[in-house]
């Protein structure tokens, strides 16, 4: 009895739950209010999104042209849209229209530094410490809004530690094509975001280096019908004693009079450890009442079962 009592406390113990959490950025247009992420998972909480402070919210965009120049709403009836941001550093006197500092604007590592800050966070960890991550890829959406100077690029780092120590840059010249789903590549017209700048190892701290994102103007050159490049970005090497990630996405390149849009930001993954079931995926904001229940083997057990049993990712006794 005891043996098999312990064989299933190990088999518990090793399964793991899938995860997905998205922030969707919508907001209604008449006053930007930040959304919580949606949670499709047990075991997995998140905070709200936080900008650095060379960036601020500056309203909703509800609404891009397509390739005709015709008004498309981003969703529904237009009522909602995505949250824009816009940088908080005031425009340098002579400088370069689309600059707003003399370089942190166009320099991916010094928009990265703690005096420029011009990134947007978003942070989830396990309920229990003691549970672990198994990220296995980010996704996030991006659109310029008025101006083809704006450029996007991210990071991850784990834990609660804000250390870029532990990454790279996830959009390079080399994968720029395999990450962006909308066609990427030097110049692709009408086929969403292009990398813009030199394609060596210096482009890092090179002016004008890195990947534009399409503009909510479709029938603008270099932009797709859909005026959305979406990312996927396959993550590796996530330590072992994981239990939170912070995706972090910088926004720079970009005049303090315009706008990006970074919405459906998604962490795709598992939670491994003790305190999960590893059986099913829930939605957060709601359970069904006839959900399956399950022993704690992982097997599927009538209403008659006598024991303890796992139902909606909680433990009860059925007696």
Request: proline share 3%; aromatic share 6%.
């Amino acid at each position: 009895m005891k043996k098999s009592l312990l064989f299933a406390t190990l088999l518990a113990a090793s399964l793991t739950a899938n995860a997905q959490v998205e922030w969707t950025m919508v907001s209604a247009k008449d006053a930007v209010t930040v959304p919580d992420a949606i949670i499709t998972s047990v075991g997995i909480k998140t905070n709200a999104p936080v900008l650095g402070k060379g960036l601020s919210y500056n309203g909703v965009d509800v609404a891009h042209k397509d390739k005709t120049g015709n008004n498309v709403n981003w969703i529904g009836d237009g009522s909602t849209g995505y949250i824009k941001i816009q940088p908080t550093n005031a425009q340098v006197a002579g400088a370069d229209s689309k600059m707003v500092t003399p370089d942190a604007n166009r320099n991916l590592a010094s928009a990265a530094s703690d005096e420029e800050a011009m990134y947007i966070d978003f942070y989830a960890e396990t309920v229990n410490t003691e549970d672990i991550l198994d990220v296995e890829s980010i996704e996030f959406d991006a659109t310029k809004i008025g101006t083809d100077g704006a450029m996007v690029n991210a990071a991850v780092f784990y834990n609660e530690d804000p250390s870029l120590g532990a990454t790279t840059w996830l959009i390079t010249p080399e994968n720029a094509d395999a990450v962006d789903g909308e066609g990427g590549g030097t110049n692709p017209e009408g086929m969403g975001g292009h990398w813009n700048g030199v394609t060596d190892e210096t482009w890092t701290t090179t002016n004008d280096a890195g990947y534009r994102p399409d503009r909510n103007d479709g029938s603008k050159k270099l932009n797709g019908e859909n005026c959305v490049t979406h990312f996927t970005i396959p993550i590796t090497n996530v330590p072992e004693d994981a239990y939170g990630i912070t995706v972090r996405v910088y926004v720079y390149g970009i005049s303090s009079n315009k706008q990006m849009l970074i919405h459906n930001v998604k962490i795709n993954g598992g939670v491994k450890g003790k305190y999960v079931t590893g059986i099913s995926t829930v939605k957060a904001e709601a359970a069904a009442k006839d959900v399956p229940t399950y022993n704690l083997a992982g097997q599927k057990v009538s209403k008659d079962f006598k024991g303890v049993v796992i139902k909606n990712g909680k433990k009860s006794i059925l007696k």
